[in-house]
């Protein structure tokens, strides 16, 4: 540190500047619908929010289907099933790092389907992670 170059031990953070021009858009429409959800949701959930677009979106679609959002958590789906979903979950755990969480499941004759989007936001209110699953026939919900 040089008093010389202007460079300070304590320098206050800048202030960010959000320039949403910038935001990513998708022509992808989210999934809407049983047929949809049962068909595609895990795809065009990632497709119609990819990274870069305005959670404000991603929120209010989530409301708009009837998802409750669960907090904040280091398992970014339902259940951490899958190979890569467990990956995730021991690198957050490792990190100490979380990510939002909505649910929404729905009853059937061999159990509830449990749909589930996790999904992070940089300080501009843009996407940069998000994360779909669906699982089938669960009776344990987590």
């Not at 320039?19 to 119609?48: C, H, M, N, Q």
């Amino acid at each position: 540190l040089s008093p010389e170059l202007g460079i300070m031990a304590h320098a206050e953070a800048l202030p960010v500047t959000c320039d949403k021009t910038e935001a990513v858009y998708s022509w992808t429409p989210p999934p809407t619908g049983p047929i949809a959800f049962l068909l595609s949701f895990e795809r065009r959930v990632s497709a119609a929010f990819p990274i870069g677009s305005e959670e404000k979106a991603l929120k209010r679609w989530l409301n708009k289907q009837g998802f409750v959002f669960n907090g904040r958590d280091q398992l970014d789906t339902a259940f951490a099933d899958e190979p890569e979903e467990q990956a995730r979950l021991y690198a957050r755990i490792k990190s100490w790092e979380f990510v939002n969480v909505s649910t929404m499941s729905w009853a059937t004759i061999c159990g509830r389907i449990v749909y589930s989007v996790g999904w992070d936001a940089d300080e501009c209110g843009l996407i940069d992670e998000i994360h779909a699953d669906v699982e089938y026939c669960q009776f344990d919900l987590p």
